[in-house]
């Protein structure tokens, strides 16, 4: 339903995302944060004074889409190909690290088996668009360990929904988990042929035409078909927005698209994004046992830095570089809020598991951008 102040709310909302992140970057801190917390103090958990609905959500989806649209449009796939290595190895030390401490964990505390699997796929799974927004405002976005983490949480995202589709699929059956994963290997089949030999000529034809804005249009429809896709094909939106920035950004009008996105993205609705995140935490909902809240917390913080982190070093970076990169595996967001809502729903998380994920989401939101900061102000290692 749609709230009756709807627009009063949307007004605050956007005037305060511009106030907030100058007042961010007068004080040295990315903008990213200052409009989590502005969200948060907005929201029910303070003043309570802007209240989250459907069209407020979905602007925050779209707004989410964009982000990763446009960070797959600033992507260099050469460079991505030469940290391929990195990247996969960057991703099984940020999967294996932290589902083995959410399940084990879980276990310590009482949970079930599939209560105890479903914490820990929450844990492993990856969402950077906050990194994102942080690495833009850092003029990181292009860099090595950039290119890594991006490519490391797609790996991530794909082992997530995988993880989620089979333990689900147990409930429902086997053939549920080989359809589910005939979907995504059909999905990633399919979207990489249509953008590497439709994409280009589609684009050649819009740009022949002259429209006004009409590239931009017809890119951002691309961008749209391939996060819906993705979604009928049971993943995150934001892989398939960010598998067509990819394609998008192999071709001639990669400048115009980005400038018109980026544009249109970060005034209005990347803004809607981040504060809705803060909007739609209730700290008041978080109650049950405190040990196992602290120490899942705890463990999801840290099992990225060193799991990531580790691999990263593995994968040929250096000390300092690995941790800018586990730093920036960090973040918790879409995925882990799906797994969680779902698992609820079919009576495998109780309102405290569910709490506690929505918690590690905002509080990993909250500090990666001061970290990552920290992190690339130090001079690299020999």
Not at 7 to 17: G, Q, R, V
Not at 311 to 335: H, N
Not at 352 to 376: D, G, H, Q, R
Request: contains cysteine; aromatic residues 10%.
């Amino acid at each position: 339903m749609v709230h009756p102040h709807f627009l009063l709310h949307l007004a605050i909302i956007l005037i305060l995302s511009k106030y907030v992140a100058a007042l961010s970057i007068k004080f040295k801190m990315p903008p990213v944060l200052g409009m989590i917390i502005t969200g948060i103090l907005l929201g029910p958990s303070v003043l309570d004074i802007v209240k989250t609905d459907i069209v407020l959500q979905w602007l925050a989806k779209l707004g989410v889409i964009l982000l990763l649209f446009t960070a797959g449009l600033d992507t260099d796939i050469a460079q991505m190909k030469s940290q391929g290595k990195a990247s996969l190895m960057t991703a099984a030390g940020g999967v294996l690290v932290p589902f083995a401490l959410g399940f084990f964990t879980s276990r310590f505390f009482g949970l079930d088996v599939f209560s105890s699997t479903l914490i820990g796929t929450v844990l492993m799974a990856t969402s950077v668009s906050v990194t994102v927004m942080t690495l833009i405002d850092l003029k990181k976005l292009h860099s090595s360990e950039g290119t890594t983490i991006l490519g490391a949480a797609i790996i991530d995202d794909v082992i997530g929904i995988l993880m989620l589709t089979f333990v689900f699929g147990l409930h429902g059956g086997e053939n549920n988990i080989l359809i589910s994963m005939a979907k995504i290997l059909g999905y990633f089949v399919a979207s990489f042929l249509v953008g590497f030999f439709l994409f280009k000529p589609i684009i050649r034809f819009t740009r022949k035409l002259e429209v006004e804005s009409g590239v931009v249009a017809v890119a951002l429809s691309l961008c749209f078909l391939f996060a819906w896709a993705a979604e009928k094909a049971g993943m995150a939106e934001i892989t398939g927005a960010y598998i067509a920035g990819l394609f998008v950004g192999q071709t001639r009008s990669k400048r115009t698209v980005s400038e018109g996105v980026e544009t249109l993205g970060q005034s209005f609705f990347v803004a809607i994004f981040f504060i809705n995140i803060g909007l739609e935490t209730q700290l008041r909902d978080i109650s049950g046992n405190p040990g196992f809240i602290i120490f899942i917390i705890l463990f999801a913080i840290a099992g990225k830095i060193l799991g990531s982190g580790v691999g990263a070093k593995i994968g040929g970076f250096s000390l300092r570089q690995s941790t800018r990169i586990g730093v920036g595996m960090v973040p918790r967001g879409e995925v882990a809020l799906i797994i969680s809502a779902m698992a609820l729903t079919r009576g495998i998380f109780t309102q405290t598991e569910y709490s506690t994920t929505v918690l590690i989401v905002i509080l990993s939101a909250i500090i990666t951008p001061p970290l990552l900061k920290w992190a690339f102000k130090e001079k690299d290692d020999v």
